[in-house]
């Protein structure tokens, strides 16, 4: 998917919370029946960096709190806040299912929408994520418009492993969804199926998205493949890491690890999609921890959240 450009304009305010009569002088009430398809439109713009659709239908003092540390306190704030996202890659929402907490009346004035949803991001964007959120949506009618007052929403990520928490949902989901990629990539000739890795005197031809890790063995490495197959090469680790491409990278002196086959962490050990166990040095568990977090959430820190 191409990046969206965002369409808000930072120096827009939208006077009030008022909506504008109708020719006939009297306001026209939108149906209660649309606000579960309004709030969906509203949230999958947002998410595809079009900002106006929830500026217009937020209350001046919409609390908005977002998955990770993102809150934003009333319409001025999200004004202020929303340039520092435009970085961001363009999200994509897909299997939405929006509905009513309770059953309002017809005639309510106040109603709360809960829906859940599936996060992609395109395939050209750099950060690839994939990720299972649900938003709770208070609104009320004001001037005969449907608006939020109130949008919370979350991760389902909160793997708790001890005392860790670790985004397995989101890890899980993002390897499905980079294997896809990569796959129907391969398959259409854009990406290199295969990686060359060895010496002038030995080099062996591999598909990366297939090696869960390489051990150091001596002067040797041990390629181990999803398949359960071995491949050793007479290469020391050091230099055969150079040659991987950037989902590997070194949790131990003697393990490089393809992130993109991690499942989930706990105290001092890695655990792959084949529950393969790698150990973490002690010194270094803080940083193989955060960035793993990093890598699976897309660049979202979840001991921010």
């Known amino acids: 998917m191409a990046a969206h ?15 504008p009569a109708s020719s006939a002088g009297a ?13 969906e439109r509203v949230i999958a713009s947002y998410y595809a960096k079009d900002y106006q659709p929830l500026l217009d239908r937020a209350t001046s003092d919409c609390i908005f709190i977002g998955a990770g540390n993102m809150v934003f306190n009333g319409r001025d704030d999200m004004l202020r806040q929303l ?20 059953r309002p009346s017809a005639d309510a004035t ?9 996060l992609f991001t395109g395939a050209r964007e ?13 609104c009320s009618l004001v001037d005969g ?17 001890g005392e860790d928490v670790f985004p397995l949902q989101i890890s899980m989901e993002t390897y499905a969804y980079v294997r896809g990629i990569l ?4 398959r259409a000739g854009n990406l290199p199926t295969r990686v060359a890795l060895g010496t002038s005197k030995a080099t062996r031809y591999v598909d990366p998205t297939q090696v869960l890790y390489i051990e150091a063995d001596g002067k040797r490495s041990t390629l181990h493949l999803a398949d359960g197959d071995t491949i050793t090469l007479n290469v020391l680790l050091n230099d055969i890491q150079p040659q991987l491409p950037g989902t590997f990278f070194r949790v131990h002196r003697s393990f490089v690890v393809n992130s993109a086959q991690v499942s989930g962490i706990r105290k001092f050990t890695l655990e792959l999609s084949d529950g393969t166990q790698i150990p ?13 977090a990093l890598r699976v959430t897309g660049g979202l820190d979840p001991q921010k959240s």
Not at 31 to 37: D, G, I, R, T
Not at 145 to 161: F, M, P, Q, T
Not at 183 to 186: R, S
Not at 280 to 292: A, T
Request: glycine share 4%; aromatic share 10%; net charge neutral.
């Open 110 to 118: 106040d109603a709360t929408v809960y829906g859940t949803y599936r």
């Open 5 to 19: 450009t965002s369409s808000y304009d930072a120096s827009h305010r939208t006077p009030g919370d008022a909506a």
């Open 126 to 138: 750099p950060v690839l994520l994939a990720a299972k959120q649900r938003i709770t949506v208070c």
């Open 27 to 39: 306001l026209q009430r939108e149906p209660l029946e649309q606000l579960p398809a309004i709030v």
């Open 145 to 161: 418009i449907w608006k939020a007052y109130h949008v919370h929403s979350s991760n389902e990520w909160n793997e708790l492993v």
């Open 280 to 292: 973490i040095p002690e010194r270094r568990y803080s940083i193989v921890r955060r960035e793993m």
């Open 183 to 186: 796959q129907a990539g391969q």
């Open 83 to 102: 340039p520092e996202i435009e970085t961001a890659p363009s999200i994509f929402l897909r299997n939405a299912r929006f509905g009513f907490v309770g």
